[in-house]
């Protein structure tokens, strides 16, 4: 995500993620479904740009969430943190 938006003329000051994922009721436990929250430090980073950027990451350059993505369902949001 960082190289997505430093091509795109973002000097990334602050960026982070959080996983949250729910899973199956049966043994063995696997899971059922994915999130991940992707937050930046406002610094001119368009709530636009930073959703294409994760969007990019979950759906390309993410290798477990490409491994994943068959079997359970991956979402993700963004949100950009007033300074």
């Given at each position: 995500?960082?190289?997505?938006?430093?091509?795109?003329?973002?000097?990334?000051?602050?960026?982070?993620?959080?996983?949250?994922?729910?899973?199956?009721?049966?043994?063995?436990?696997?899971y059922q479904?994915?999130?991940?929250?992707?937050?930046?430090?406002?610094?001119?980073?368009?709530?636009g740009l930073?959703?294409?950027a994760a969007?990019?990451?979950?759906?390309?350059?993410?290798?477990?969430?490409?491994?994943?993505?068959?079997?359970?369902?991956?979402?993700?949001?963004?949100?950009?943190?007033?300074?």
């Amino acid at each position: 995500m960082v190289l997505y938006l430093q091509e795109h003329g973002v000097d990334v000051e602050q960026l982070s993620n959080k996983l949250t994922y729910t899973l199956t009721d049966d043994e063995a436990r696997l899971y059922q479904s994915a999130k991940l929250q992707f937050s930046a430090k406002e610094i001119g980073t368009p709530t636009g740009l930073l959703s294409s950027a994760a969007q990019q990451a979950v759906s390309h350059h993410c290798h477990v969430s490409l491994m994943l993505k068959p079997a359970i369902e991956i979402s993700y949001s963004v949100e950009v943190i007033s300074r």
